[in-house]
């Protein structure tokens, strides 16, 4: 199953903060997930959210603080152990789904799910061969998705991840990311629309962690 980690791990963020130059963005973030939990952070547009999940993945260097693994030996660090999702897709237009996803699975590595179960997950098996430019806003999305179902990443790091989605794809993916933690992964997702999946703990900026 995709998420599936073999062994206990906890993710585990101290006094994490961000600088954008002229200020801070936030200080003092701290949380612990452990294998089979989430994390839904919420706050208004430029809270920093966004950047929150960058400098987790490793995208940006956070100006203090730090977000490490531990109780694993399975990955060297939380970049090398995530999936990230952000708002681009991050695909070729040109290129067909099938050949975009092939590619991602190979830059990847640990393969999970292949390419044509992926898809037939989130319902667009018949976008196999079409270049990725014909698809609709939500399709692009659903098919960026699917990303994480092919190669195995225990920790699922989303940056507003149901941008571009209708009603009945937000609740599918709530789905994936309910299975994923089940099988002993980890997610944060930062959103400002809900992901339905009982039990993720929630950190608003400019509040606290909570159950």
Request: with cysteine; charged share 20%.
């Amino acid at each position: 199953m995709p998420g599936e980690t073999g062994e206990p791990m906890k993710l585990v963020v101290t006094d994490l903060a961000a600088d954008r130059g002229s200020g801070p963005i936030f200080e003092a973030v701290a949380f612990a997930l452990a294998d089979g939990e989430g994390l839904l952070v919420t706050g208004p547009n430029g809270a920093g959210k966004s950047t929150l999940v960058r400098a987790i993945a490793g995208l940006l260097r956070p100006s203090a603080g730090t977000a490490v693994l531990e109780e694993t030996d399975d990955w060297p660090d939380v970049p090398s152990a995530s999936h990230y999702l952000g708002p681009i897709n991050a695909m070729k237009p040109a290129l067909s789904v099938f050949e975009n996803l092939s590619f991602w699975q190979d830059f990847c590595g640990r393969p999970a799910l292949d390419v044509d179960e992926a898809l037939d997950r989130i319902g667009l098996e018949h976008t196999r061969d079409l270049p990725f430019s014909y698809l609709s806003t939500g399709q692009r999305r659903r098919v960026s998705i699917a990303k994480l179902l092919i190669s195995h990443r225990p920790i699922w790091l989303l940056d507003e991840p149901t941008s571009g989605l209708d009603a009945a794809s937000e609740l599918h993916f709530a789905e994936l990311v309910r299975e994923h933690m089940e099988a002993g992964g980890i997610a944060i997702a930062a959103t400002h629309l809900p992901i339905r999946v009982d039990g993720m703990k929630r950190l608003e900026f400019g509040g606290t962690v909570s159950a």
